[in-house]
């Protein structure tokens, strides 16, 4: 009985099991109702996968694999129950990294293992090792920026592209010399792979550190996607469709979110890796020019106007997770809607630092998933609205994307705003916003500006409701 | 030539794989970005399979000490992965 838990038939049954699984899982994912029951489902396909393998009779000893497999279960929980909600960034960016560690140390044990390594196997550790190390530097660096361990400018160094092509055609070099092993550099394969290791691990630095963190969401899908890339690869390596069926759904999936951030955006996936947006700032002129005042306005005469209107869109950016102002955003908007006016939240696909972003911060203050409207909902009844209130966006809301064709930002679609009869903008100072784009939003006839901490102005509002 | 054939049976899992990804989740509304994101980063810790045969397998010291590394690391990712999309979804409800 126990020998037939360990045939390969019934082990590589059970992996299909599992692929079936994540199938499923990702399927219900991808619908509300059924979002939280399909990771359910992707977990217990992982844990199927895990138990099988633990009790095949090719793992002969289990001290070290359990140590690991006990520390990493310890680190998960706390890091997983323990973080804030608004430093979910940078966790699924380190998570993230992880992956792609992982299995780039699959690929190197194997590499050094004595025992028969094919050449498909070395192409494939070649891929693993490469794609691994990039996903793995890269998500530290994209850590680095979302918790502001190091600065979210873009950081553009001289001859970026040329280092990067360089670097990457030694790295492929490095790599055929693996493979057809000519001898020519004179030194041992091992050290070849410790120096392409270090290779991935910079090009992985080089390729994030350009980009900027309003950008960010596009590279954390990007990365997401890598590391499903690197398991895939490493299923190459060990001959397990399990890994490479799981791997391609992650990178096929990262890859859709990618598209869908860089669409909202309307950018091209290489303007993001490369441009380097937010450092040529210098970029609009001409038709730029941008007329009228500022026109300020105080929490007491906000007030009045919230409370004279019929509707309101309430326009949630970064700023709001900044300054942690959910809580008191939702209460406001319940405040509202006792006073019988009708409330709903536009939030554009790019707001924040990883795709649906704000979504989480609103459902974590309990905010009902079904007044969350995407642009494209909002945009063609925006006259109908009393007043809008942006919290903390600043680019996702510019009527420049629209308007002045010399604009970086030019026909990237936009929440639009400055059509609501009165817009309030919650904003700490005149400061630009992160792209360093002018926006005249600010100065239209129908804006005021709310100055001010955006959860200390929410607060004097909702207390003006309560008095 | 057996490694040919298998080569060929494993890339042709790959394409396939990819096309039914795209497929799969072609639709998914906003409000699920980041959810999907996690619950599929802790797909891609399935690289723990790997990682197992390395540390728990025949191997000279170091193959199995980087194994091991690796376990720990895919570890994170999968129950780390798991529970903070599980955290996040717990939250998402409609009134």
């Known amino acids: 009985m126990i020998a037939f838990f360990q045939s390969s038939i019934f082990v590589n049954l059970a992996y299909i099991f599992a692929s079936i699984l994540f199938i499923f899982g990702l399927k219900m994912l991808s619908s509300a109702e059924t979002a939280q029951r399909g990771n359910l489902v992707s977990a217990s396909g992982m844990l199927i996968a895990i138990l099988v393998t633990l009790a095949q009779n090719e793992i002969i000893a289990y001290e070290y694999l359990l140590i690991a497999l006990i520390g990493g279960l310890i680190v998960g929980v706390l890091a997983s129950s323990l973080v804030k909600m608004t430093s979910m960034p940078e966790l699924v960016a380190l998570f993230n990294g992880f992956g792609g560690i992982a299995s780039l140390l699959v690929g190197v044990a194997e590499f050094i293992n004595p025992s028969s390594t094919t050449l498909i196997q070395i192409i494939a550790i070649s891929f693993t090792v490469l794609i691994g190390g990039i996903t793995f530097s890269g998500s530290l660096v994209a850590f680095g920026k979302l918790s502001e361990i190091i600065s979210g400018k873009p950081l553009i160094l001289f001859g970026q592209r040329f280092v990067l092509s360089a670097l990457l055609l030694v790295a492929l070099l490095l790599v055929l010399e693996l493979i057809i092993s000519t001898g020519l550099l004179n030194i041992s394969s091992q050290t070849i792979l410790f120096i392409l290791i270090g290779l991935t691990l910079i090009l992985g630095v080089l390729l994030t550190a350009p980009i900027g963190g309003a950008d960010m969401p596009v590279v954390i899908a990007l990365l997401n996607s890598y590391s499903g890339l690197a398991a895939s690869s490493a299923g190459f390596v060990i001959n397990n469709n399990v890994l490479i069926v799981a791997g391609a759904l992650v990178g096929a999936s990262g890859l859709i979110l990618t598209n869908i951030m860089c669409k909202a955006m309307n950018r091209s996936l290489s303007n993001v890796l490369f441009g380097g947006f937010g450092a040529a700032t210098a970029s609009s002129e001409g038709s730029g020019q941008i007329q009228g005042e500022v026109k300020p306005i105080t929490a007491e005469d906000a007030y009045l106007i919230l409370e004279a209107a019929n509707s309101v869109l309430v326009v949630p950016g970064y700023g709001m997770a900044v300054s942690q102002a959910q809580h008191v955003v939702r209460e406001l908007g319940e405040l509202l809607e006792d006073n019988g006016c009708e409330v709903k939240y536009a939030i554009h696909p790019v707001a924040g630092r990883m795709p649906g972003h704000m979504n989480v911060l609103l459902a974590e203050a309990n905010v009902s998933y079904d007044v969350l409207a995407e642009p494209d909902d909002v945009n063609p009844l925006m006259e109908t609205v009393d007043v809008c209130i942006v919290i903390g966006a600043n680019d996702v809301v510019n009527p420049d994307a629209r308007e002045n064709e010399g604009s970086p930002i030019y026909g990237m679609p936009v929440i639009e705003v400055d059509r609501a009869k009165t817009v309030f903008i919650l904003k700490r100072s005149m400061a630009a916003g992160f792209a360093g784009i002018d926006n005249p939003l600010f100065l239209k006839e129908n804006s005021r500006m709310l100055f001010g901490d955006a959860k200390d102005s929410i607060s004097t509002l909702v207390s003006e409701f309560k008095s | ?95």
């Open chain 2, 1 to 95: 030539m057996e490694s040919q054939a298998l080569l060929v049976l494993l890339l042709f899992v790959l394409v396939l794989s990819i096309f039914l990804g795209f497929e799969l989740i072609n639709k998914v509304p906003s409000t699920l970005h980041t959810p999907l994101m996690s619950g599929a980063n802790a797909i891609s810790g399935i690289t723990i399979v790997g990682a197992l045969l390395a540390s728990g397998g025949e191997g000279t010291f170091s193959s199995i000490l980087v194994g091991t590394f690796a376990v720990f690391f895919a570890s994170i990712n999968v129950v780390g992965g798991y529970l903070v999309t599980n955290r996040m979804l717990k939250m998402f409800k409609k009134k």
